[in-house]
Each structure stands twice: as structure tokens, then as C-alpha cells.
């Protein structure tokens, strides 16, 4: 994903170094949520996996950390970019944490959904616009809004399956506040605002097949909670829905794309 905005957007190679930062800051991330996630009233085993292999995630926590702190080291001179990236990964986390401190964070209504989207967001699009130090273009906008409203849109249907378990955990997120009718509107809005941004993108030397490349999971996710939102699968939330954040990325290392 950094890469699709690299090439793409800012039209320059990939730093390295924040590859690997970004790497190891989401084996980081995973590491530490699933870690702090011991039950759910949904079946899932890919839940009771995590729970028996408890160990496992601690271990790639602590991995994850040296490589971070390694690959920050480099990139010093964006140490309040990263830093806020930080803090906005954290507080996803922070209501697991078995203390009243951060057990008070479960009251924020919208904060779930969008911390989560927004971390996405700001490390794959922003972060290398702002390492890239180059002036911003218009088009960097409307990128920035294309895949901020699709993982928005994508978290929703997360948070449409984890209403049960957040109910019983005391989490507020925008989504059990909603009717099944608001949901919808909510969901729909984000993929209308994700057309119109990347369509957008066709004013400033975007491709027409680049454009539908990009629009390819907004129809896919928008396939999937109209017919299968209810059918609350591991393969379908962890392998499918989790893909369709990058899928456009892949699609694009296709030569000629």
C-alpha cells in the first residue's frame, strides 16, 4: 500500500527504511491487539488460535519492537509523523487493556472504527507524502480520501460483526449505536465518497484502468455487505475483507499497469 502511493501517487521509489518500519509497526500492532483479545461470542477459530498461542503473539510483540526501533532510528528526522501514527495505532488498542484507565476509553462512540481506519490511512498515504518532502499536489487529497473511505467502509462491516462481543465488553463504537437501516446509509455514504475521490483522481494523469483498478474493492466490499454480511467467517473477515485493503496495491504490480 505504500508502494501503490509511492509509485502512483508521488511518483518516486520507496524508502526503504520506512518499508521496514511500517513492516514491523504492523507485526507490532497485531501483535499487541490479539494479544489483549482473549474471548468472543462469536465462534471463531481464528480467535481460539490466538488464545491458545498467547505466547506466540507476545513473541512477535517483542520482535516487532526491535525492528521498529531499529528502522525509527533511520528515520529520525519524521519522528512526530511516526510518533503520531503511534499514538493513533495505541488507542485501537488501548480499551483492551485490563486497566480502568483505558477501560474508560470504551465510551468514545466513533473511536473504534475510526482509529483504526484512520492509522491505516496515515501510514500508507500520508506518511510517505510527508517523508517523500515534496510540495503537495491536489491529487494527494483525493488519494488521501480514496482509501481512508474504503477501510472506513471495510471497518464497518467489522464492527457490524463484533457488535455482540462489543456489547459484552462495554465498547461503544458508531456501529452499535445505529439501526440496521443508519448502518447501511453510513456504509453506503463512505463508497459513494470513495467513487467520487478516486474518479477524481482520472484529472490529474490517473489512468482510466488505474482508476478502475482502484475501484475494484469498493465493489467487491460493497458485493459483500449486501449479501454476506451476515455470515460471519473467518476466511471471509481475516483473508477477503482484510485483502481488499491492499488488493488494488497488488493488482498494480502487474507490468504495464
Same mark, same amino acid.
Request: with cysteine; aromatic share 20%; charged share 10%.
Given at each position: 500500500?505504500? +508502494? =501503490?502511493?509511492?509509485?502512483?501517487?508521488?511518483?518516486?521509489?520507496?524508502?526503504?527504511?520506512?518499508?521496514?518500519?511500517?513492516?514491523?509497526?504492523?507485526?507490532?500492532?497485531?501483535?499487541?491487539?490479539?494479544?489483549?483479545?482473549?474471548?468472543?461470542?462469536?465462534?471463531?477459530?481464528?480467535?481460539?488460535?490466538?488464545?491458545?498461542? %498467547?505466547?506466540?503473539? *507476545?513473541?512477535?510483540?517483542?520482535?516487532?519492537?526491535?525492528?521498529?526501533?531499529?528502522?525509527?532510528?533511520?528515520?529520525?528526522?519524521?519522528?512526530?509523523?511516526?510518533?503520531?501514527?503511534?499514538?493513533?495505532?495505541?488507542?485501537?488498542?488501548?480499551?483492551?487493556?485490563?486497566?480502568?484507565?483505558?477501560?474508560?476509553?470504551?465510551?468514545?462512540?466513533?473511536?473504534?472504527?475510526?482509529?483504526?481506519?484512520?492509522?491505516?490511512?496515515?501510514?500508507?498515504?500520508?506518511?510517505?507524502?510527508?517523508?517523500?518532502?515534496?510540495?503537495?499536489?491536489?491529487? +494527494?487529497?483525493?488519494?488521501?480520501?480514496?482509501? @481512508?473511505?474504503?477501510?472506513?467502509?471495510?471497518?464497518?462491516? @467489522?464492527?457490524?460483526?463484533? %457488535?455482540?462481543?462489543?456489547?459484552?465488553?462495554?465498547?461503544?463504537?458508531?456501529?452499535?449505536?445505529?439501526?440496521?437501516?443508519?448502518?447501511? %446509509?453510513?456504509?453506503?455514504?463512505?463508497?459513494?465518497?470513495?467513487?467520487?475521490?478516486?474518479?477524481?483522481? +482520472? +484529472?490529474?494523469?490517473?489512468?482510466?484502468? =488505474?482508476?478502475?483498478?482502484?475501484?475494484?474493492?469498493?465493489?467487491?466490499?460493497?458485493?459483500?455487505?449486501?449479501?454476506?454480511?451476515?455470515? @460471519?467467517?473467518?476466511?471471509?473477515?481475516? @483473508?477477503?475483507?482484510?485483502?481488499?485493503?491492499?488488493?488494488?496495491?497488488?493488482?498494480? *504490480?502487474?507490468?504495464?499497469?
Amino acid at each position: 500500500m505504500v +508502494y =501503490q502511493t509511492d509509485t502512483l501517487i508521488i511518483h518516486i521509489p520507496s524508502n526503504p527504511n520506512f518499508l521496514f518500519f511500517v513492516f514491523f509497526a504492523t507485526i507490532t500492532s497485531y501483535s499487541f491487539h490479539w494479544y489483549l483479545t482473549n474471548e468472543s461470542v462469536i465462534h471463531s477459530p481464528r480467535i481460539d488460535w490466538g488464545v491458545k498461542h %498467547r505466547f506466540l503473539h *507476545l513473541s512477535f510483540l517483542l520482535l516487532g519492537l526491535i525492528g521498529v526501533g531499529i528502522f525509527a532510528y533511520y528515520l529520525l528526522p519524521y519522528w512526530h509523523w511516526l510518533a503520531a501514527s503511534a499514538v493513533i495505532t495505541f488507542f485501537y488498542s488501548a480499551p483492551k487493556i485490563p486497566h480502568p484507565l483505558f477501560r474508560s476509553l470504551r465510551k468514545i462512540a466513533v473511536g473504534k472504527t475510526l482509529f483504526l481506519a484512520m492509522v491505516w490511512m496515515f501510514v500508507t498515504t500520508i506518511l510517505p507524502m510527508e517523508i517523500a518532502e515534496l510540495p503537495w499536489q491536489h491529487e +494527494y487529497y483525493f488519494f488521501i480520501a480514496h482509501r @481512508f473511505f474504503l477501510i472506513y467502509a471495510i471497518c464497518i462491516l @467489522f464492527d457490524y460483526r463484533d %457488535r455482540e462481543d462489543d456489547k459484552v465488553a462495554g465498547i461503544r463504537s458508531l456501529i452499535s449505536y445505529l439501526s440496521e437501516e443508519n448502518i447501511s %446509509r453510513v456504509f453506503y455514504l463512505m463508497i459513494l465518497l470513495c467513487f467520487v475521490a478516486s474518479i477524481s483522481l +482520472y +484529472y490529474y494523469g490517473i489512468t482510466i484502468l =488505474q482508476i478502475l483498478i482502484l475501484l475494484l474493492p469498493v465493489g467487491i466490499v460493497s458485493f459483500i455487505f449486501t449479501h454476506h454480511k451476515t455470515r @460471519f467467517t473467518d476466511l471471509l473477515y481475516y @483473508f477477503v475483507l482484510d485483502g481488499m485493503m491492499a488488493f488494488s496495491s497488488i493488482l498494480m *504490480l502487474i507490468p504495464g499497469i
